[in-house]
């Protein structure tokens, strides 16, 4: 097939699937791609971009945002007054979830692992001022939130309430589907910047966001090949995660396509201590990205994949690449977390 008939080919089907995805507007898009000048000179491989969905212009921004537009057009088509959600007291899609609520009305019930922390700050402290209510399960063990939505949402359905339950981390189908507009998006965008990107490099917590872009991907037929880090789960489990997450997005998009462990490669080694405490990998990272661009990584999740990416860059793993997108997917309300020495721990030995 030549690229023009490719070309309108992609443009039939983003019309037809995004007709299919109902979507309660919270933003502006697209979040700018800009090129990253000083970083690919200085690391004379593959040219490097920045898709800065930091920069969603709601709630303090981040890819939770996009999965939120599609929940909350599916909530308020179900009538729901409450959204509950849940994760760790520093979640972003907590807080997200906090905003989304607080616009359109609706009541927040935010479920916490652990138990109530004495220090209110970074996302906490904003999900508190959002007005979401809170709920700690007291267990450390983070499958404990789950239990604990499905229950407190079974309580309100009792007293008459109509809650809106939205998994740990934003992760369900609904949501993957506001992440599969994100990959038309970036495809519109690279047309019209003449931009021919052979790879995307994500941060892959709970997976909702991956799934998308995979999905996305394979929905246009794109020649983008995904690099994903985790920094949570170790990753045969988050891959089995991410391709049933796309399975059943695309179920609801009625495509009867499966997707398995396979199709959905993740990296590991660089999650450090674990999930939410920032490693010296990170705060290596972290600093060299914000002194040659001017962009503000994130601890828990960009600046884990970003050492991960850079450490591959150093080792020639990406020689094949010629242009390379990383996601920005937010996270900086944890710099106003906790007091920020880790930014001067440094890494020990080159891995
Ligand atoms: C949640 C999050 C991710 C990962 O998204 P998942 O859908 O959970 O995999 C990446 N970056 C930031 C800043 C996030 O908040």
Known sequence: MNNKSLELQRKNTIETISAQIPRHSLAQYPT??????????????????FKRDDLISFGFGGNKIRGLEVMLADALAQGADTLITGAGVQSNHVRATAATAAYAGLRCIAVYWGNQPAQ?????????????????????????????????????????????????????????LGHVLAVFELYQQCLSQGVEP???????????????????????????????????????????????????AAALLKLDWTFCAEDTPVFGGFIGQGYGIPSPEAAEAIKQIGRSEGILLDPVYTG??????????????????????????????AFFAGNGDWLNSSPTAEQ
């Open 304 to 333: 884990k994949a970003m050492a991960g990416f850079l450490h591959g860059l150093r080792n020639k793993q990406f020689e094949q690449h010629k242009k390379i997108i990383f996601v920005h997917t937010g996270g900086e309300p």
């Open 120 to 176: 209110v700050d970074g996302n906490y402290r904003l999900t508190k001022l959002l007005n979401a209510e809170f709920r700690f399960t007291q267990s450390d063990d983070r499958d404990s939130v789950d239990a604990m939505i499905n229950a407190v949402a079974e309580v309100q359905r009792w007293n008459d309430v109509k809650p809106y339950a939205i998994p740990r981390g934003g992760a369900c189908a609904m949501g993957v």
């Open 198 to 248: 052979d790879a995307i490099v994500l941060a892959v917590g709970s997976g909702g966001t991956y799934a998308g872009w995979l999905l996305g991907i394979r929905l246009l037929n794109l020649p983008w090949k995904m690099l994903c880090y985790t920094v949570s789960r170790e990753p045969e489990q988050v891959s089995q995660q991410v391709a049933d997450l796309a399975t059943q």
């Open 32 to 49: 700018p791609l800009r090129p990253a000048k000083q970083l690919s000179e200085y690391l004379s491989g593959p040219e490097l971009w």
